[in-house]
């Protein structure tokens, strides 16, 4: 059974740039049916996606975060990483990484891949305060 | 951008009775609405994809309906573990971007 863990640092600067990696354990990062993906839940709030990179390594970000945020992958490590720069305040949050599966759906004798986010790691909270 | 509406913000029920939740769109969606469940403490979990598909695992007591704007997850019997937060989530078709909604909180009366 794959699984996914956060890991990085707690505590960043405002104006700094918050760095985490995703450890990607029990299976290949490298399959084309997974994407992988960060999702953050500031404290007693919602969730809030902030984007998502393919095996192939496109990446594609939430608007709001466009500018600020970078998802790279590193295969050979099995793992892969958010970058957000220019942290302030409001970027304090849980911060999870998720496996993203594409999943096949037909209806009406179309088919299409949706994105499913299937497994998700513990989480890591990340601070930001001087 | 599209907006997730949740309703109600929370659910007053007790165990065996049945919980309907809601979710609806700013505009119309396709079927990329998945649903979770969060519990304090941990992540969320995957519940139903494609509005009605149940994840691997997920008790027959949960079922998910909808289309256009209106969604809705159905918990037919509370278990005592169905009481948590619940989201749902959808995706635009292109470019990729995915929200949440703000979430129902299930809580035993």
Known sequence: QMQVQESGSGLVRPSQTLSLTCDVSGGSINSGRYSWSWVRQSPGKGLEWIGYIYHSGSAYYHPSLRGRVTISIDRSKNQFYLNLSSVTAADTALYYCARVSAVESCSGGSCYLNDVFDIWGQGTMVTVSA | ?109
């Not at chain 2, 913000?9 to 065996?16: E, V």
């Not at chain 2, 939740?21 to 995957?46: H, V």
């Not at chain 2, 007591?61 to 005592?80: A, H, M, Q, V, Y």
């Open chain 2, 1 to 109: 951008e599209i907006v997730l509406t949740q309703s109600p913000a929370t659910l007053s029920l007790s165990p065996g009775e049945r919980a309907t939740l809601s979710c609806r769109a700013t505009e119309t969606i396709a079927s990329y609405l998945s649903w979770f469940q969060q519990k304090p403490g941990q992540p969320p979990r995957l519940l139903i994809y494609d509005t009605s598909n149940r994840a691997t695992g997920i008790p027959t007591r949960f079922s998910g309906s909808g289309s256009g704007t209106d969604f809705t997850l159905t918990i037919s019997s509370l278990e005592p573990e169905d009481f948590a937060v619940y989201y749902c989530q959808q995706r635009t078709n292109w470019p990729p971007v995915f929200t949440f909604g703000p979430g129902t909180k299930v809580e035993m009366k």
